[in-house]
């Protein structure tokens, strides 16, 4: 067996170890790199280490770092409230704000699962207060995340942009935002269109939406045509507290998410020190409401995108890159190619993690778009998209946060929760990478 082979062959490995034994992507990409640079190309720890991003690095580290201050001082749950309070009794647009708002928190640098797991409590007991299907609550919430999630002050729109200039490939963060936003917005329409005309969400309220709801079961009979009978408190979605005031360090706060995003889109500085500076300001003047925030950075994302960049250095050191770009290459027809490489970036991540299949496909991407045959930002664009909107899948980090949230819900449905919501992701799975090729790749983008 070739070292290229056995190199490919550890990092499938890597993917099925990771989903199986619940162990850290990113540890286990450390370890192989250690194991497969040293034994089967003689590599040296320094050369190991060359593979390694520091500069993406201080990007997760300080987004995720600014992002846990806000959480802590209660900024991100006055952004929930304060859009909720906006519909009035339109119920039917509560899904759209949860929508929004989780676009929002992954844009300006949450975590994607960080922004669900925030999110989809409040949202789920919206569902149950106004009869709205906590499906349609729970598919809203993951798309929404993704919709944002490609932002050049986001951790995947961060992780992507970074790989692209390390890899001297032909780069455009507004394509790769826009072609996410765009692809989950559609989807999202898409699905409630579909539920608004069976029923599933009510029109108004019988009275105006709350600032607050009431803990309680997200239980909404799917027969239901008109807003549910609030839920008892003390079961099922514990109740979100009252809506924090909009003090001096919640106002600072969100001062500083303009600031990032401003500096980031107009004045071109860098996003992960820019938001480590703001953030250590934040420290500085409220030292109370930041003193566990280092703590809540989150480091096992941060551990598994360094640990598969790693890793893949390593790839590229062996060549194995070239060799596995030229073996897709040799397939003959490049669009052909480019559909297959979506279908396993989306089959992968439906069980694993996106950010992982991302850090792994566009590197071995690399010589099959240096040919020219097809558009590497396209290309790109198509990857990252057909590996994160899958995310709904139950098996996925953000699909199971819904599951979680949803079974705590509706205990008398959650067999049935959980088969619509692997049906949802298994067709997400088989409709859209062909989708995001046909919109992306096929008429030769970059």
Not at 14 to 30: E, K, P, Q
Not at 137 to 144: A, F, K, N, R
Not at 255 to 274: C, E, P
Request: hydrophobic letters at 60%.
């Amino acid at each position: 067996m070739s070292a290229e082979l056995l190199s490919i062959l550890v990092l499938a490995v890597i993917f099925v170890i990771a989903t199986t034994r619940s162990v850290n992507m990113g540890a286990l990409a450390f370890a192989a790199a250690f194991a497969v640079g040293g034994l089967a190309a003689d590599l040296d720890a320094d050369a190991v280490f060359a593979g390694f991003p520091g500069d993406l690095f201080v990007v997760l580290a300080g987004v995720t770092y600014l992002f846990a201050i806000a959480r802590a001082n209660g900024t991100t749950e006055w952004l929930v409230h304060a859009s909720v309070r906006l519909v009035g009794g339109r119920v039917g647009l509560i899904p759209w704000v949860m929508f929004a708002v989780t676009a929002a928190l992954t844009a300006i640098g949450a975590v994607s699962p960080g922004a669900v797991a925030i999110v989809a409590p409040l949202a789920l007991g919206f569902a149950a207060q106004y009869g709205i299907s906590p499906l349609l609550m729970g598919i809203m919430v993951v798309h929404g995340a993704q919709a944002g999630g490609f932002s050049p002050t986001s951790v995947y729109g961060s992780t992507v942009n970074s790989i692209v200039d390390r890899e001297h490939l032909p780069g455009n963060e507004g394509m790769l935002f826009l072609a996410s936003l765009v692809v989950n917005t559609v989807i999202a329409g898409i699905v409630y269109a579909v539920l608004m005309r069976r029923g599933r969400v009510p029109a108004r309220a019988a009275q105006p939406v709350a600032a607050t709801v009431g803990g309680g079961s997200a239980d909404a009979p799917e027969e239901a045509e008109g807003p549910a009978e609030p839920a008892a408190a003390g079961s099922g979605v514990p109740a979100p507290g009252p809506a924090p005031r909009l003090d001096v360090p919640i106002a600072a706060t969100l001062t500083g998410l303009v600031a990032l995003v401003a500096g980031a889109l107009l004045f071109d500085l860098d996003v992960g020190l820019t938001a480590i500076t703001i953030a250590v300001v934040l420290s500085i003047v409220w030292p109370a409401t930041s003193r566990t925030a280092v703590a809540e950075i989150s480091w096992s994302t941060v551990f598994l995108i360094c640990g598969v960049l790693t890793y893949v250095g390593v790839l590229d050191e062996m060549g194995t890159i070239k060799w596995a770009g030229e073996a897709v290459s040799d397939i003959g027809v490049p669009l052909l190619a480019a559909l297959l490489l979506c279908y396993i970036g989306a089959i992968v991540s439906a069980f694993a993690s996106s950010v992982g299949i991302m850090g792994a496909l566009i590197p071995l991407a690399v010589p099959f778009l240096a040919a020219g045959e097809v558009g590497a930002v396209g290309m790109v664009a198509a990857l990252a998209v057909s590996a994160t909107v899958v995310d709904v899948s139950p098996f996925s980090t953000n699909g199971a946060l819904v599951l979680a949230n949803a079974e705590h819900a509706q205990d008398a449905d959650r067999e049935r929760f959980f088969r619509q919501l692997m049906v949802y992701g298994a067709g997400v799975v088989v409709v859209a990478p062909a989708l995001v090729w046909l919109a992306f790749v096929v008429p030769g983008l970059g």
